[in-house]
């Protein structure tokens, strides 16, 4: 059997997420007659409210909600930790949720929702209509952090990543480079596209033929798909939207016999710890991942106070955008 959820609760008592979220954790707030239409539902389905969540709800102090596809990667730790140490500031509890499988997003974000949380800090940039329809049913302030919402409904914090990616590309062609390849992934990330369209641009402003190739993070799947690249073409620039996979073309280019950088430039978009650990060392687009997810922290907390104050939220939010820059290391000429 199947485990009842809240949205099965919500659904069958005909009231919002909120209401039943409230009914949980602040019975007060809720009318009575409201209240007790939720309470006989949760009874006659059986339905558990997840203990840590509740516990978290219960607690005074403002709790945010983190939610990432997952932490493996390093730069995603690093924005933790920098939304972390500006939560602390605050004297703000967080509590992250974790899930990459789109099809456990309802369940997930029905998890969110039952931890009464007082605000979102979003961190999933592999948006799907079911996920937005999630969103327009949160009842707290959201933010995207590091990702884009395609609305302008959401506040997002990012770097001009368009920009960015246009800049580089531009560099590298004003240093007489024309074989420039871009490296993206199979997922289709919001800021990853913007990277793509950034480096088209600067290519067909030169006439130039883009040539981008598209692989997993995975690095058993992205080592076979860079050495059927690099037994076919040697490009004088590879640019990946990973510092991780631009490594792993670095490498498998090295293991061919071309020399990096005098044979093949190679350029990351992270400049992770990774970047300065590899031999040789990483050129980079640095991402500020910490300030962002400072940043990201900060402009929540005031869109929580504007909240709890009853004031309503604006209908539309330009993006927040946090200044880069480019690390030139022994990777490029």
């Given at each position: 059997m199947n485990q009842v959820k809240i949205y099965d609760i919500a659904g069958a008592a005909g009231v919002s997420l909120a209401t039943v979220s409230r009914v949980l954790n602040h019975p007060e707030k809720v009318k009575e007659s409201t209240r007790a239409r939720v309470l006989k539902i949760i009874k006659e389905k059986g339905y558990k409210p997840n203990a840590n969540a509740r516990g978290l709800a219960s607690r005074r102090s403002t709790t945010v909600a983190i939610v990432v596809p997952r932490i493996t990667r390093a730069s995603v730790a690093e924005m933790i930790q920098g939304i972390d140490d500006s939560a602390k500031k605050y004297g703000y509890t967080l509590r992250l949720f974790i899930g990459a499988d789109t099809d456990l997003q309802r369940d997930l974000w029905g998890d969110v929702i039952a931890s009464s949380v007082d605000g979102i800090l979003f961190m999933n940039d592999e948006m799907t209509p079911e996920t937005y329809n999630l969103l327009q049913k949160t009842p707290v302030p959201v933010v995207f952090v590091n990702a884009i919402s395609q609305t302008s409904k959401y506040a997002s914090v990012v770097i001009e990543y368009e920009k960015c990616a246009y800049e580089i590309t531009k560099e590298m062609i004003r240093r007489g480079n024309k074989k420039i390849l871009f490296i993206s992934t199979e997922h289709k990330y919001t800021v990853n596209d913007l990277k793509q369209k950034g480096y088209e641009r600067a290519m067909r402003e030169h006439n130039l033929t883009p040539d981008i190739i598209y692989s997993s993070g995975d690095l058993n799947i992205n080592e076979k798909d860079f050495s059927d690249y690099l037994d076919k073409k040697v490009p004088e620039v590879a640019m990946a939207v990973r510092d991780s996979m631009a490594i792993s073309f670095m490498n498998l280019a090295i293991k061919k016999g071309h020399k990096v950088p005098d044979d093949v430039?190679?350029?990351?978009?992270?400049?992770?710890?990774?970047?300065?650990?590899?031999?040789?060392?990483?050129t980079c687009v640095e991402i500020p991942i910490y300030e962002i997810g400072t940043k990201a922290m900060s402009f929540l907390t005031e869109l929580m106070k504007q909240n709890g104050e009853g004031q309503k939220l604006q209908k539309e939010y330009p993006n927040i955008y946090v200044p880069y820059q480019i690390i030139w290391r022994e990777s490029t000429k």
């Open positions: 430039q190679v350029i990351g978009f992270q400049n992770t710890r990774y970047a300065v650990l590899a031999n040789p060392k990483l």
